[in-house]
C-alpha cells in the first residue's frame, strides 16, 4: 500500500508549506510513491526504520520487568542503664523527634544487673528484622559489662557507653540517612560534642 499525504500550499508555486501523513501502511521499503505528492524511496526507508524503531522501544517499555530495590533495615536502639534513667532518656529524646518505635529502654534494677542479659535478649528479639544499638548510662558499669557479654552473643550490635540526649536525638534524625558504621561513628561524636560549657 502506498504512503498517502495531502498538502497546503503557501502559494501558487513553491514548496508545501505543511505536510499531513494520513496514514502509512505496508509500503514496500525501495518502492516510490508519485501521485499526489511523492515521496523518494530513501524517506520510505527512513519512515519504516523509524517505525520499527519506535516498536521495539514500546515492546521493551511493556516487557521489561519491574524491579523493586531493597530498602536497607533502619536500626533501633535500646537504652540500658539504672533505675529509670533509660526511660527519661527515652521519653525526652522521642519527645523532640516523634518516633516511638526507634527507641527502646531496658532498665537494671539492681548494681549486679541481674536478668540484664534475658531483657537485652527480649528486646532485640522484638526487633529481629532492625539492626540494634546499644546505648549505655556509664562506662565500666554492670549495664557496660552486660553490653559487652551482649555484643560477644551479637557481634554485629555496637555498644555507645555515655549515653546523653544529644547522641539520642542525632540516633533519631540520621538513622535513616547513614550507615551503620558511619553512624555509630557519628554519633559518639555527637555525644563528646554535646558536652560543652555554656
Not at 63 to 84: L, S
Not at 143 to 156: I, L, M, Q, S, W
Request: hydrophobic share 40%.
Amino acid at each position: 500500500m502506498p504512503v498517502r499525504a495531502s498538502k497546503r500550499w503557501s502559494g501558487q508555486s513553491g514548496p508545501p508549506s505543511v505536510i499531513l501523513l494520513h496514514d502509512i501502511q505496508q509500503t514496500p521499503v525501495g518502492s516510490s510513491y508519485n501521485a499526489g505528492i511523492g515521496f523518494p524511496a530513501g524517506t520510505i526507508q527512513f519512515v519504516h526504520k523509524l517505525l520499527q524503531t519506535a516498536q521495539a522501544f514500546l515492546d521493551g517499555v511493556k516487557e521489561a520487568p519491574v524491579r523493586f530495590h531493597p530498602v536497607p533495615p533502619v536500626p533501633v536502639g535500646i537504652v540500658v542503664g539504672y533505675g529509670d534513667l533509660p526511660a527519661a532518656l527515652r521519653d525526652a529524646a522521642l519527645s523532640i523527634v516523634n518516633e516511638p518505635e526507634a527507641l527502646e529502654a531496658v532498665s537494671s534494677v539492681s548494681r549486679r544487673a541481674e536478668g540484664l542479659d534475658a531483657r537485652l535478649d527480649a528486646a532485640v528479639a522484638r526487633h529481629a528484622e532492625n539492626p540494634v544499638l546499644l546505648f549505655v548510662d556509664l562506662f565500666g558499669s554492670s549495664c557496660a559489662h552486660g553490653g559487652a557479654g551482649f555484643r560477644n552473643r551479637h557481634p554485629d550490635t555496637a555498644v555507645l557507653c555515655g549515653v546523653n540526649l544529644p547522641m539520642l536525638v542525632r540516633f533519631l534524625h540520621y538513622r535513616r540517612k547513614l550507615g551503620y558504621a558511619e553512624l555509630v561513628e557519628f554519633l559518639r561524636r555527637s555525644g563528646q560534642e554535646g558536652i560543652r560549657e555554656a
